[in-house]
């Protein structure tokens, strides 16, 4: 069973409008979460990092956790067509070396 | 701006064969990884090393053996490469072993007939 688990698997948003993307995980231990992007033929490329509970803001992407409950979301404000990419949820525990589990991802695409 | 670099782009090789994927990364991280990202985009770690000591060895099967030079290259060599082993290979790095970002490279994609 996935550790890290992202919905929806895919999602449509108009340009100019708010995509959101979730991720629960089923592992207590993760404690530290990333979200990372990745375009068709490229490797993935890390957004925003979230490690406390709250939201985090970094340009129009917002991210938000809730460590009680283990989800992880993601907001993109005013998407725009290059937002148009494969988003991963990644988590890593204190103790696993750095070792990042990825969630299976969700594809997001932005129409004119 | 690319500073993980990864060779080859893209190979195509018969079972049984062997080959060997590149890594260097620029930007003077002390721990570099492979992933794996098979055909549904699933992404798996395979390896970690830190400062030339290998940290993770997930279980993967032992025709995989990643070879590390320096702290800023890390190869993986696939003895006997079965059909299965067709996916992308991702190279990353990161500053240390603590919570930090980990950088990815482009991938190489094996391609096994």
């Known amino acids: 069973q996935q550790k890290v688990q992202q919905s929806p698997e895919s999602l449509s948003v108009p340009e100019g409008g708010m995509a959101s993307l979730n991720c629960t995980s089923s592992?207590?231990?993760?404690?530290y979460f990333w979200w990372y992007r990745q375009h068709s033929g490229e490797g993935p490329k890390a957004l925003m990092s979230i490690f406390s509970d709250g939201d985090k803001k970094e340009g129009r992407f917002t991210a938000h956790l809730n460590k009680a409950s283990l989800h992880v979301s993601l907001h993109i404000r005013d998407s725009q067509p290059s937002d148009s990419a494969l988003y991963f949820c990644?988590?890593?525990?204190?103790?696993?070396?750095?070792?990042?589990?990825f969630g299976q991802g969700t594809i997001l695409k932005v129409y004119l | 701006e690319t500073a993980v670099f990864q060779t080859p782009n893209y190979h195509v090789t018969q079972v049984g064969n062997e080959v060997s994927f590149n890594c260097k990364q620029t930007?003077?991280?002390?721990?570099m990884y492979w992933y794996k990202q098979d055909s549904k985009k699933l992404l798996k770690i395979m390896f970690s090393?830190?400062?030339?000591?290998?940290?993770v060895n997930e279980t993967v099967p032992r025709r995989f053996s990643p070879q590390s030079s320096d702290k800023a290259h890390l190869n993986l060599r696939i003895k006997s490469v079965e059909p299965e082993d067709s996916a992308v290979y991702l190279c990353a790095s990161s500053y240390g072993l603590g919570q930090d970002t980990q950088y990815f490279g482009p991938g190489t994609r094996l391609l096994v007939l």
């Open positions: 592992d207590r231990n993760f404690q």
């Open positions: 930007l003077g991280h002390d721990t």
């Open positions: 990644a988590a890593s525990a204190t103790s696993s070396g750095q070792k990042l589990v």
């Open positions: 090393y830190n400062n030339k000591q290998l940290i």
